[in-house]
């Protein structure tokens, strides 16, 4: 029964992988569009009147909403990845470092293929930023399986939460 989450993980990391690479793809025109229909959704939810506001104000609202929207979908994408590489790695020797370094050079190359992409550029400042969404991920993973595993050091061995 262990081993049953280790296809669903590597899955879940896959797609994760695919959706992160097709988002990345898109041309700046398309994410932009992509991002503005987000970020439209976001204020309607944030402000009640937002539809019966005027044109201008809607558009600064959504515009100034942008920059946020598209540096906390970068976060929350690199948490997501760095919490199902520390469970799929969790048995492994030094599985902290591992899963932010996977993390971290799957960023890295997420970025670098953004230089290929009309439109798009690649920034060292997003490679950190998902980096420390991975980072956050891991231990948000470490922390939760403590907590399942009840803390004990029979437990924790037993799960390979850590190894010695």
């Given at each position: 029964?262990?081993?049953?989450?280790?296809?669903?993980?590597?899955?879940?990391?896959?797609?994760?992988?695919?959706?992160?690479?097709?988002?990345?793809?898109?041309?700046?025109?398309?994410?932009?569009?992509?991002?503005?229909?987000?970020?439209?959704?976001?204020?309607?939810l944030l402000f009640r009147d937002f539809s019966s506001m005027e044109k201008s104000t809607q558009e600064a609202i959504?515009?100034?909403?942008?920059?946020?929207?598209?540096?906390?979908?970068?976060?929350?994408?690199?948490?997501?990845?760095?919490?199902?590489?520390?469970?799929?790695?969790?048995?492994?020797?030094?599985?902290?470092?591992?899963?932010?370094?996977?993390?971290?050079?799957?960023?890295?190359?997420?970025?670098?293929?953004?230089?290929?992409?009309?439109?798009?550029?690649?920034?060292?400042?997003?490679?950190?930023?998902?980096?420390?969404?991975?980072?956050?991920?891991?231990?948000?993973?470490?922390?939760?399986?403590?907590?399942?595993?009840?803390?004990?050091?029979?437990?924790?061995?037993?799960?390979?939460?850590?190894?010695?």
């Amino acid at each position: 029964m262990k081993k049953k989450h280790i296809p669903i993980t590597l899955i879940l990391l896959i797609l994760l992988m695919i959706t992160i690479f097709y988002l990345s793809a898109q041309p700046a025109d398309e994410s932009t569009i992509t991002s503005g229909r987000f970020c439209r959704m976001a204020a309607r939810l944030l402000f009640r009147d937002f539809s019966s506001m005027e044109k201008s104000t809607q558009e600064a609202i959504t515009s100034g909403l942008t920059h946020i929207v598209r540096k906390a979908a970068h976060f929350t994408e690199y948490t997501v990845m760095g919490f199902l590489w520390y469970l799929l790695l969790r048995r492994k020797r030094r599985n902290i470092l591992l899963s932010i370094s996977v993390t971290a050079f799957y960023a890295a190359s997420d970025e670098l293929h953004q230089k290929f992409v009309a439109g798009r550029s690649g920034q060292i400042s997003d490679v950190l930023l998902d980096t420390c969404g991975g980072c956050f991920g891991v231990l948000t993973a470490f922390v939760l399986l403590c907590i399942i595993c009840c803390c004990t050091d029979e437990n924790i061995m037993k799960w390979g939460v850590w190894k010695k």
